[in-house]
């Protein structure tokens, strides 16, 4: 299989849906140059016409893509940094978050918002933090997190065919990362987790970079004779809770591994399922691994610091064993 | 360019101001392209006469806000170069304490309330300030800096407005660098002049000449009087060009991608800021040769021993980040 990165496959994606469906466009400030270049070369291919470069104005251009997404069009709103999120928070969280319910079931809105999302450029505050929790709070909004090419190219396939508001997140940081892409046609539809690596003593789960985390941290602890179980969510909300109970099941420990500000990030939800579902299978309690709570620093060293680490996974598992 | 109107040492302070600013910039450009930077940096080299021509007409009182590209307010404002390097390098020496960076310089015992990486962000607060020189009586004005892409975000609309109708002792300087990022302005709006549309909001819309740092002082002096004066806020759009990159390594970045037309950069670059004042200074002998001289040579060792003292300065200690959380 060919082995292609990150930032090719999501290129790929968009590529093959525009090709296939004609409602399918792409719009966002710079997406002919491409910030996050997988969206370059779409304009050469595409024109002008679904290929959309917008003026700064974050609210409106998630609102266009409402308008359109409700009126026909399947658009792709690409606002960049997930920290741009926030500019165009009433529309996704007043409007589309909610229009199909509100207006009883007679609108749809097919849209995706496609950002790149958490640390890892040393970039501050105000284009660093991770912003998954927010939305995963939003009842009828979709949320994506896919740690591998493979993952990135076939569930962004499946959002821009999905009838409702996705929102898809890539990462920054595993923009340059390669992995095993099929030449040939494959979606991966929403909802279900993958199993990175099977284990009997811990249940792991993460998401997007932090996938990573847990898998380094899971080779120190093989070493050690503790046989970590990672399970990469991909999909967090609708997420797959079932997978996740059927591991603790088997383990009997949980630890939640997730790149955010603690208080009700994706780990607080995955600990609070586990603990409230598969209590009388749990041999301890259940940990939780994230950011460290203060806001997104500037300094490498400060970053790095904040951000979830493999020591941090280690030392949560030991918790569990102790 | 003239400066009939602008006292003497006003013309020689402000003209120490740009060069400031430039070395500063030149070096961090340097620094950025040996790799010892981290983060994004977006240099301020051709926009300087803006900052500086603004905030010389300011007090130490007045207040300014800034952008992503706001090393040049800051120094404007009278920031420490040495600190600022510090930040830079992410350092517990730097203004910030290493957790601000490049988009997040602020000094406010100069007034400087922060720069801000939200194109856009710095608006709203910037109204606050005014807000709060009203309400206490004070002269204070409040200044904000932002670029032309910023005048499509809603904040640019809310803001003006708001300042209008509470008839705010705030100054608004659009710094028209014709581009955001790499989509030229002329394709972002449908007008040319973006201090047009100062008049929807019932605030006066100033076009002046970025390139001319007299200029920018005079415009701000006759903003600041009417701010002070109780008659609200002004909109100055300053015409300006960006030397380079909207952030630095672009290139790298782009992959051959361009996105600049050359003829209209070349002649842009033609007008340099600094140089224009540099001639200005020269050929109307208000400061000899060798003090423009040795005015720069103290300026440029003021900037390596900023880097130096960065260099040599600690990292930040973890437990730093439990520090300046809660007051
Ligand atoms: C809300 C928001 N949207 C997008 C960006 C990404 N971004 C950073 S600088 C920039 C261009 C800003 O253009 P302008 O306001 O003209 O300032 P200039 O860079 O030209 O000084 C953009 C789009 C951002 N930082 N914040
Ligand atoms: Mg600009």
């Known amino acids: 299989m060919p082995r292609k990165t990150y930032v090719a496959a999501i290129q790929e994606a968009l590529s093959e849906e525009m090709r296939r469906d004609p409602r399918v466009f792409l719009i966002g400030e710079d997406v002919r140059i491409g910030v996050f270049p997988s969206t370059r070369g779409l304009h050469a291919e595409f024109g002008d016409k679904r290929v959309i470069d917008t003026p700064i104005s974050e609210l409106a251009v998630a609102g266009a893509g409402i308008g359109a997404a409700v009126t026909g069009l399947r658009p792709i709103v690409d606002l960049m940094f997930g920290t741009f999120l926030y500019l165009a928070f009433d529309q996704i969280a007043n409007q589309a978050g909610a229009m199909r319910f509100m207006y009883g079931g007679q609108t749809k809105a097919p849209l995706v918002f496609m950002v790149q999302n958490g640390a890892g450029s040393s970039a501050g505050h105000h284009h660093s933090q991770a912003v998954q929790q927010f939305f995963m709070n939003m009842p009828q909004i979709k949320v994506l997190m896919p740690s591998t090419p493979y993952d990135g190219k076939g569930l962004l396939k499946s959002a821009i065919r999905d009838d409702n508001p996705v929102l898809f997140l890539h990462s920054l940081s595993l923009g340059g990362k390669r992995g095993e892409v099929p030449a040939d046609e494959y979606t991966i539809p929403i909802g279900f987790a993958d199993m990175k690596r099977a284990g009997s003593d811990v249940t792991v789960c993460a998401a997007g970079p932090t996938v990573y985390t847990a898998l380094e941290a899971s080779k120190t602890l093989a070493a050690e004779g503790v046989e970590a179980e990672v399970i990469d969510l991909r999909s967090l909300s609708p997420w797959d809770k079932e997978t996740v109970l059927e591991s603790v099941a088997r383990t009997g420990r949980f630890v939640a591994v997730d790149e955010s500000f603690p208080t009700c990030s994706a780990a607080s939800e995955w600990a609070a399922t586990v603990a409230e579902e598969a209590f009388h299978q749990l041999k301890a309690p259940v940990q939780r691994v994230t950011n460290r709570n203060v806001p997104m620093p500037f300094s490498p060293v400060l970053e790095k610091a904040v951000l979830p680490s493999a020591a941090d996974v280690i030392a949560a598992v030991r918790r569990t064993l102790a | 360019m003239h400066h009939q109107d602008i006292p003497l040492d ?185 201090a047009d549309r100062a008049i929807g909001y019932g605030v006066p819309g100033v076009v002046a000449d970025g390139a001319d740092a007299f200029e920018m002082y005079r415009a701000t002096r006759a903003a600041v009087e009417r701010a002070r004066g109780g008659g609200g806020p002004t909109l100055i759009e300053a015409k300006t060009h960006r030397r380079g990159s909207h952030a630095e390594g672009e290139e790298a970045f782009l992959g051959g991608q361009t996105y600049r037309d050359e003829a209209e950069t070349a002649a842009a670059q033609a007008k340099d800021p600094l140089l224009l004042l540099h001639t200005h200074l020269s050929e109307n002998n208000i400061l000899p040769a060798e003090r423009l001289e040795t005015l720069d040579a103290e300026i440029t060792q003021l900037v390596s021993e900023a880097v130096e003292a960065a260099r040599n300065s600690p990292e930040p200690e973890i437990e730093s980040l439990y520090e300046d959380l809660w007051v």
């Open chain 2, 10 to 194: 006003v013309v020689v302070d402000i003209y120490t101001r740009v060069l400031r600013i430039r070395r500063f910039e030149e070096e961090v450009g340097r620094l950025f392209r040996q790799g010892q930077l981290p983060g994004f940096v977006h240099l301020y080299i051709g926009e300087e006469a803006v900052a500086a021509g603004v905030c010389a007409a300011l007090t130490d009182q007045d207040t300014i806000i800034s952008t992503h590209r706001g090393h040049g307010h800051v120094i404007a404002k009278g920031g420490d170069i040495k600190r600022m390097m510090a930040e830079l390098f992410g350092k517990a020496t730097g203004y910030c304490k290493g957790k601000g960076g490049s988009m997040h310089i602020a000094d406010f015992e100069i007034g400087m309330l922060g720069a801000i990486g939200i194109v856009g962000g710095g608006l709203p607060i910037a109204v606050g300030a005014g807000l709060s020189a009203w309400y206490t009586d004070s002269d204070r004005v409040s200044v904000c800096f932002f670029g032309d892409g910023a005048a499509n975000e809603g904040s640019f609309h809310e803001s003006l407005n708001l300042a209008s109708t509470l008839m705010l002792p705030v100054i608004f300087v659009c710094e028209n660098n014709h581009y955001g990022e790499f989509t030229p302005a002329v394709k972002a709006m449908n007008i040319i002049d973006i």
